[in-house]
């Protein structure tokens, strides 16, 4: 045997050898078959009974956990399982884990020390979710400055290009659409988002992408949940999801963005990942589990809140009492507006610019409005009339006015100056009466001045209240929370079914214990999972006058903020008798949930996850109640029927396959009563724009 040919067997058997024992690795935990790289531990299947393949990736891009680790010669440096060798997988009863002795580097150099990291994949006690948690351990000289958990490329379109849907509580978005190659794209800095093929998601508050800390990615058929067991101040993750421009599969990653320091070790928490076979309603139970676990209220949603379609907001003037065409509406047209509203299904009215905004101690409401008696028997009469009044008060932030009384002085026009006569109607450069400064809400002067305005006007008879800018502050009480506990409590007193409402911003875990709804400027966007999960606030929309917006707002139980606008006014300026098509929408919507009331606020919305097929010319909102199941279908397409496919089973409380349907039409008559078995497929006759509603029961 030659040299030569001896130094060549060695090197095929070694081979060899590092093939066999990097052999591809899988296991099955609660249905999930989950199949990794035996050589650098990435995932290179994700499988499902219903949606089938999830994920799919080659082994050099297959994921699981990813690192920022900066040094002087590269500093985009990454430290990540799919660059690493020799993973070490151990596989329990329920449970699989993953080791890194030393995570492998994106670039070929010394590096000194190591980080090691560790993942593992455990059964969830609820037999269908899979618990993922992470540890990495800093054994370098330097931080580690990110972290990517869950990393997971490879995602495929199984349920097709346009209806594989990344979903969370804010949003929907067909990424495989969305995020495709455009010339537009392609002539932009690769660098940012959109351009990269990336889009950014961020939990929180309604001012969030993602609102709520779930995410789904699906159709129809099924699907995966993810979610991080995290609540109220505990730190909140980004999700980014990128499209690969190799083999167009997305990756999802989870971004913490944190500093691991040398000698320091890191862990992920659990995130809790739901393949379901049936839509996102499915995939979202955990969730919802999780949410009822922590979520907590100091007072119940008074019943008209809970029950009603929504509320209208009232534009009293634009902030100029010394223009005599300044008022749009005076007190004494609050009875009549009130009378108004209540016809439309309207029992709760805000009003907005009745006083000067950004003012403390917080002052009375402008002369030209008229009296503060006025307005006090103004609302009492409204009271009577069955439609409950919300001054809206902004004091989060300071005007000129009144920030040297807090120590702090306005710098800038920056603030909420408007009016229809500027050019351009937001803080033009050259006014400046609403330049503002934000106020520190530990304040204890700010907290007291607040505190006693609130209290005046529940002493006059106005004990509920609106509040602009809600925004709570992860410090020590006292502060804005305890404040509006305080404040709470007299409205309480003074009225048991008084209000709490504001613009929601930040943190909805939080905001969700003392708001009863919330003022967010917005119209309708489809945020079902986000009102299937949190019993309270009710989240609202806002509706100029688009009778479609009302039907899709009163199908998702959306808490609708109705404001009609006159022609080149501001917004609530106009009477809702002027818009006879939103007019007949509310009446219609608000006959309609009266008729089916349990449902809404007792049911649990599963959106249009009762179909089985997708229909875009067909708005669905499905709510189960028990052992019954409730079906608003709106057409918003331009066809004068709809087909769908649709399967009850799944949802009803005991098996069997033989259902009683009642249908019903817009206007809520029973026009017929029919035996179907699943899977049900329907053709409905309905104009565009209209509603029909379907009952399921079984006998």
């Keep these: 045997m030659t040299k030569s040919f001896h130094c060549l067997l060695v090197v095929l058997v070694m081979v060899i050898s590092l093939r066999a024992s990097a052999a591809d690795f899988e296991a099955e935990l609660n249905g999930l078959k989950i199949t990794l790289d035996g050589e650098t531990g990435g995932v290179l299947k994700l499988q499902y009974a219903g949606p ?14 990813d690192l920022a680790y900066p040094v002087e010669r590269f500093e985009p440096l990454r430290l990540a399982s799919r660059f690493s060798h020799r993973a070490k997988i151990s596989h329990a009863k329920d449970s699989v884990t993953v080791d890194w002795e030393r995570l492998g580097a994106s670039r070929d150099f010394e590096l000194p020390g190591n980080v090691s990291a560790s993942v593992t994949f455990r059964a969830a006690p609820d037999g269908r979710s899979i618990v993922l948690t992470a540890k990495v351990t800093n054994r370098s000289p330097r931080s580690v400055r990110q972290v990517v958990f869950p990393d997971f490329p490879g995602l495929r379109p199984f349920a097709g290009v346009a209806n594989t849907l990344f979903r969370t509580a804010g949003t929907v978005s067909p990424l495989f659409l969305e995020l495709a190659k455009t010339e537009e794209r392609e002539s932009q800095q690769y660098m940012i988002d959109g351009a990269s093929y990336s889009a950014k998601y961020e939990a929180g508050g309604l001012f969030h992408s993602m609102v709520a800390r779930w995410m789904d990615f699906g159709g129809l058929s099924g699907g995966f949940s993810l979610f991080p067991r995290r609540w109220g101040w505990e730190p909140q993750v980004v999700t980014r999801l990128q499209l690969s421009e190799v083999d167009q599969s997305l990756r999802l990653m989870c971004l913490h963005d944190v500093e691991i320091k040398p000698d320091q070790t890191w862990e992920s928490g659990e995130f809790w990942l739901t393949p379901h076979t ?27 809140v809970r029950e009603g379609l929504g509320f209208r907001t009232v534009w009293m003037c634009q902030n100029q009492p010394g223009d005599p065409k300044d008022a749009v509406f005076m007190f004494k047209d609050l009875p009549k507006l009130a009378a108004e509203s209540k016809e439309q299904g309207l029992d709760e009215m805000t009003l907005w610019a009745w006083n000067k905004g950004f003012v403390l101690p917080l002052p009375g409401p402008y002369p030209h409005l008229g009296t503060e008696q006025e307005m006090i028997d103004a609302v009492a009469e409204c009271k009577k009339i069955g439609v409950n009044v919300v001054p809206f008060i902004s004091v989060l932030q300071a005007n000129t006015e009144t920030a040297s009384r807090y120590g702090l002085k306005v710098i800038d026009n920056n603030g ?89 911003l930040w943190n909805i875990d939080v905001d969700s214990a003392q708001l009863d709804y919330t003022w967010n400027w917005g119209s309708y966007r489809d945020i079902r999972p986000l009102t299937s999960v949190y019993p309270a606030p009710r989240v609202n929309c806002c509706i100029s006058e688009s009778p479609m917006s009302v039907k899709k707002a009163f199908a998702d139980n959306l808490y609708m903020n109705i404001f009609p606008r006159k022609a080149e006014s501001t917004n609530g300026s106009d009477w809702i008798a002027n818009h006879t098509e939103l007019s007949a929408a509310l009446k219609q919507c608000a006959h309609l949930r009266k008729q089916f009331l349990d449902y809404f606020t007792d049911g649990t919305l599963i959106g249009e996850c009762i179909l089985t097929e997708p229909n875009p010319d067909a708005h669905v909102s499905a709510y189960v109640l028990s052992d019954r199941i409730l079906i608003v279908v709106i057409n918003q397409g331009p066809s004068k029927s709809l087909n769908l496919k649709a399967d009850p089973s799944p949802w009803m409380s005991k ?35 209209d509603v029909a509603i379907y009952e399921i029961t079984q006998p």
Aim: with cysteine.
């Design 655 to 689: 098996p069997g396959d033989a259902f009683t349907v009642q249908s019903f039409d817009g206007s809520g008559k029973l026009v017929a009563t029919t035996s179907i078995r699943h899977p049900w497929n329907f053709a409905t006759p309905i104009a565009t724009g």
């Design 278 to 304: 049936g839509g996102w309603a499915k995939g979202i139970e955990p969730f919802r589990a999780w949410v009822k676990q922590n979520f907590k209220r100091e007072w119940p949603v008074p019943k008209h």
């Design 52 to 65: 089938g393949t999830m994920l799919e990736s080659s082994p050099e891009r297959a994921g699981m956990i």
């Design 416 to 504: 909420w100056t408007y009016h229809t006569d500027l050019i351009p109607r937001w803080n033009p450069p050259y006014a400046s009466g609403f330049a503002c400064v934000p106020i520190p809400t530990n304040n204890a002067l700010w907290q007291k001045d607040v505190l006693a305005g609130a209290k005046h006007l529940i002493d006059v008879g106005m004990p509920s209240l609106g509040w602009d800018q809600f925004t709570s502050i992860n410090t020590p009480p006292p502060n804005i929370n305890t404040l509006t506990t305080q404040i709470r409590k007299l409205a309480k007193a003074k009225d048991p079914e008084s209000t709490f409402m504001g613009e929601e």
